[in-house]
T-cell receptor
């Protein structure tokens, strides 16, 4: 069965500092990878996804994630965070052709002044 | 356009009672998912509907849980004889499905969730 590990439950960081949220998955077969974000008092929304092609994917608000097949990782990074990035971030994986996403337990990113 | 809506937003019930949770997906979305988010846990897949195909019920935790989708649109998740461990946020999501590659490559659009508390 697939599993997703987000080792850090909370990541505090100062504004304008870089951040990396880690995600590792268990599957060795072809997968799709996603990061979803949940801002305070809002629903989950897609941040970015890897389907195929370039292993580096970017979001419109400056986040990027790199698919590393050998390390089965899909870490999320941002070179300079803002207060508005405070949210919970969920990594998810799906088999190609499958029916469901398997989510990690989430990482709470708290950006401080 | 309108997003995924869920009702009620909050539900408090007594142990042993039945509850019904409703999801109204985005118009035109053929795929519909239910997830459960318990405190300190990730999102747990419950069930998946796609058009007129038989649903994938592999994530339902017990036979007390059931779901239906009428007319390929609105879905209802029913929990019978609720237990305290059923307390969680129940999330619904919908997506399109392109031909080939399966539904999971498509972005899932989530509703705001129903927060269920079983006393």
């Amino acid at each position: 069965a697939q599993s997703v590990t987000q080792l850090d439950s909370q990541v505090p960081v100062f504004e304008e500092a870089p951040v990396e949220l880690r995600c590792n998955y268990s599957s060795s077969v072809s997968v799709y990878l996603f990061w979803y974000v949940q801002y305070p008092n809002q629903g989950l929304q897609l941040l970015l996804k890897y389907l195929s092609g370039s292993t580096l994917v970017e979001s419109i608000n400056g986040f990027e994630a790199e698919f590393n097949k050998s390390q089965t990782s899909f870490h999320l990074r941002k070179p300079s965070v803002h207060i508005s990035d405070t949210a919970e971030y969920f990594c998810a994986v799906a088999y190609k052709g499958g029916n469901k996403l398997t989510f990690g337990t989430g990482t709470q990113l708290k950006v401080e002044l | 356009g309108a997003g995924v809506s869920q009702s009620p937003s909050n539900k408090v019930t007594e142990k042993g009672k039945d509850v019904e949770l409703r999801c109204d997906p985005i118009s035109g979305h053929t795929a519909l998912y239910w997830y459960r988010q318990s405190l300190g846990q990730g999102l747990e897949f419950l069930i998946y509907f796609q058009g007129n195909s038989a649903p994938d019920k592999s994530g339902l935790p017990s036979d007390r849980f059931s779901a239906e989708r009428t007319g390929g649109s609105v879905s209802t998740l029913t929990i019978q004889r609720t237990q305290q461990e059923d307390s969680a946020v129940y999330l619904c999501a919908s997506s399109t499905e392109r031909t080939g590659g399966g539904p999971t490559r498509e972005t899932q659009y989530f509703g705001p969730g129903t927060r269920l508390l079983v006393l």
